[in-house]
């Protein structure tokens, strides 16, 4: 009786994993497809480019604040965090390389892409889901009007804009942060402070690779919020479950591709 | 109107962009240094160049004169082939000597190019012949208690393997505080060659 | 099985079948839309009227059978010929549909913008005829968040005439509504129809509106089309299932309940269960 019991409750928890498995792959290929759809469909944005200005508006304007108080704050603790170490080394001149090369690198286009995630990702998503729920995206099919064209097309490369000046925004300003700390506060010479700098942080390998982080960055958060948006059921609970799943999905893809991407600008 | 604020806006966060890029590529980055596309490319073979990477600055009378672009393997002769990107304002002659340095005790790996007497100039293209290896701290310190063990006369016939060494080195108490001084001498040079900058 | 169009007929639904994931919604539907006229189809919620919207919008694809418009197939069209086929097309939503990021004006303006290449000077002129004709153009700054329900829909319904149309569909107008904002729309279908001399098509299962204003009505149940008839017919029917709805009778062909088992086995079946899983608890 109770290993029959046990039985059904494996063979159903077995079920759910397979059945949660390939509603993942069934969204990762909609995703794709919709991200296909979205490039196809992006003549409208060309045509208009206002319709993109406006989302850049909403997407990156409205991101900024965010983005450079926390900036401040990593490049500050950054600074302390490598003065602290670095001094027992006797190297605290260094403290500019390692704040500068750990932004442009990795935490600049990183923590850029997690802050957009959170905060115009969110956003994207509950818009188009709400327009999706209130039949604001069937009006405008009704109208010949494509909502991909119209509504997705301009949201995904108002993202793809606005996520590399978001991430230059966010290492430049971490960069000044870092400098307060180090310079004013700690006594760092601020010549060795930039010569340094500048001597370890190459401008293509380091700087451009970290633009071209936060660009692809930019694609993938962009297009997880759009498509968790379009897809939401149109229900209350369907759109705030669409907005989490867009944070978590995002992030865990930004982290994931980072890996990828420095793997691969490592090895080159 | 709504929309020309909202223009005005998007203009302010795009220029904001531009201007942290172009601080970034001047202020952080070395875009005013590195003078892409303005150098001249010369090979120098090396037995064994230690840490040196890609991108290690090369360097003349201490001033940094172009980058090592490359780094490969040549199979027939069993020698790395790294070739260095010199900046072309800088000419030098042809029997220019290259040699691997290291910066500090433990620091980065660099090549030290000191110019020769020759009149002909180096080319793109060229081969520098005279180079010299880098020096890898392991292989110097077995080198220099080998040849304390070779001095010593009392010492054993040795086939040069290093326990053998340090077997003769325990037999003999003075080398045994020759080696310990000069270990001591390293170390105090690498503390002293650290702990230079540190004054603020 | 296909028939020829009739040219008198500017939408026609030839023997229609659709359904979600096995569940049929509709089973071999015939329908017809004559030019100029109020038609109207009613039936219970759930009946799929929307649905039927839907599919003469080229918005789904049917299982079977086929819906022309203007003679064209429409599931057959490639997308650009749906969104030529939908141009002739306004519609007007259950929830209005306006477009919350935009005024009243942009709303009704919206499709001028993106279909036409009119001047601005000629948008505005056109836009506030629009709302003139529905009664709002005093509310064209207006955020849609700052309308009544009513208000809403009428701009909703000024968009839907902002281009014109051959067609204009209404999906649920009367629902929601207080009686004065219900009679105004009711008003503005008759006289939008017969002013633009478009065919209008109303979604709706309000009797005493819809039987006011409707040339023809069609009765939609069980998938397929229960009745037809002008509204007189209608109300001197002796069908069934039309009686119980134009009166709007509890219980009758259509049951009260939802298909359930039956009630003493389910509520005796419970405590019997719940014995059970006591017992075995116990054990």
Redesign the interface.
């Known amino acids: 009786?109770i290993r029959s019991k046990l039985l059904t409750s494996a063979i159903r928890t077995l079920r759910n994993i397979g059945s949660r498995f390939t509603e993942r792959i069934w969204r990762m290929g909609a995703g794709a497809r919709l991200f296909g759809l979205i490039v196809v469909s992006s003549g409208e944005c060309l045509r208009r480019p206002?319709l993109v200005?406006?989302e850049?508006?909403f997407t990156?304007?409205m991101s900024?604040i965010i983005i450079l108080v926390s900036a401040f704050f990593v490049g500050m603790v950054l600074g302390l965090q490598g003065y602290n170490t670095l001094q027992t080394?006797?190297?605290?001149?260094a403290i500019g390389v390692l704040v500068?090369l750990s932004l442009?690198r990795e935490l600049g286009p990183v923590i850029t892409a997690l802050l957009f995630a959170g905060r115009a990702g969110t956003a994207i998503t509950a818009e188009i889901g709400?327009?999706k729920a209130?039949?604001?995206l069937?009006?405008?099919?009704?109208?010949?009007?494509?909502p991909i064209a119209?509504v997705l097309a301009p949201r995904f490369w108002a993202g793809v804009i606005?996520m590399?000046?978001?991430a230059?925004?966010f290492?430049?300003?971490g960069?000044l942060g870092g400098y307060l700390v180090a310079v004013p506060l700690?006594?760092?010479?601020a010549g060795?402070f930039?010569s340094q700098?500048?001597?370890s942080?190459?401008?293509?390998?380091?700087?451009l690779n970290g633009?071209f982080k936060s660009v692809v960055f930019g694609v993938a958060c962009t297009i997880i919020a759009i498509f968790e948006g379009y897809d939401a059921p149109p229900t209350a609970e369907g759109v705030s479950r669409a907005t989490t799943r867009t944070v978590v999905t995002s992030s865990l893809v930004v982290l994931g591709l980072d890996f990828i991407l420095t793997s691969f600008m490592i090895n080159i | 109107m709504e929309r020309s604020t909202i223009d005005l806006w998007v203009g302010i966060f795009v220029a904001l962009g531009v201007a942290a890029l172009l601080g970034l590529a001047m202020k952080v980055g070395n875009l005013t240094t590195s003078n892409i596309g303005a150098t001249y490319t010369v090979t120098a073979n090396f037995e064994n160049i230690g840490g040196l990477k890609p991108r290690a600055p090369v360097k003349s009378a201490g001033v940094v004169v172009g980058r090592v672009s490359e780094i490969k393997f040549d199979a027939t002769t069993f020698e790395a082939v790294v070739s260095l990107s010199v900046d072309k304002r800088y000419v030098f002659p042809k029997d220019t000597f290259a040699s691997i340095f290291t910066a500090g005790l433990l620091g980065e790996q660099y090549i030290g190019l000191e110019a020769g007497g020759d009149d002909a100039k180096l080319q793109n293209g060229d081969k520098i012949i005279k180079t010299q290896d880098a020096v890898v701290l392991e292989k110097m310190i077995s080198q220099f208690l080998y040849n304390k063990a070779a001095e010593t006369p009392k010492a054993p016939e040795t086939s040069g393997s290093t326990s053998s060494v340090v077997d003769a080195l325990g037999a003999n108490p003075l080398d045994n505080t020759t080696v310990n001084t000069t270990i001591n001498t390293l170390d105090n040079k690498g503390k002293t060659d650290i702990a230079q900058p540190v004054a603020p | 099985m296909t028939q020829t169009t009739d040219p008198q007929n500017i939408v026609e639904i030839d023997n229609l079948s659709f359904g979600y994931k096995g569940r049929m919604l509709h089973q071999g539907i015939n329908m017809a839309f004559p030019r100029g006229k109020v038609v109207a189809i009613m039936g219970g919620s759930g009946s799929g009227k929307t649905t039927l919207l839907r599919l003469i919008g080229g918005q789904l694809k049917p299982n079977k059978g086929q819906v022309r418009v203007e003679g064209q197939v429409v599931h057959q069209q490639s997308r650009d010929g749906i969104y030529q086929l939908r141009r002739k097309m306004g519609m007007l939503f259950q929830q209005g549909a306006l477009f919350t990021d935009l005024s009243v004006y942009e709303n009704v303006a919206f499709p001028m913008r993106e279909h036409t290449d009119l001047p601005e000077s000629m948008i505005h002129d056109l836009v506030l005829m629009k709302l003139n004709a529905v009664g709002l153009r005093g509310a064209h700054q207006l955020m849609p968040t700052e309308l009544s329900g009513g208000m809403g829909r009428r701009v909703s319904l000024a968009r839907a005439i902002a281009l014109d149309p051959d067609i204009i569909m209404y999906d649920e107008p009367f629902a929601g509504l207080d009686p004065i904002s219900m009679g105004v729309i009711c008003d503005l279908i008759r006289t939008l129809n017969d002013a633009l001399g478009a065919t209008s098509i109303i979604v709706s299962h309000d009797v005493k509106e819809t039987f006011s204003i409707a040339d023809y009505v069609y009765f939609v149940a069980g998938g397929t089309v229960a009745a037809e008839g002008t509204p007189d017919d209608l109300r001197n029917s002796h069908l069934p299932f039309v009686h119980q709805f134009v009166h709007g009778e509890k219980d009758g062909p259509v049951p009260f309940h939802y298909a359930a088992a039956d009630y003493k086995t389910e509520l005796l079946g419970f405590e019997q269960r719940a014995f059970e899983h006591t017992r075995q608890l116990q054990e």
């Open positions: 009786m206002r200005v406006r850049v508006y990156g304007v900024l080394y006797g190297s605290s001149e500068a442009v709400l327009m209130t039949e604001q069937s009006a405008m099919e009704m109208m010949a009007v494509s119209r606005a590399p000046i978001l230059a925004l290492c430049m300003v960069v700690i006594g760092v010479d060795a930039w700098m500048q001597a942080v190459d401008w293509q390998h380091d700087i633009m």
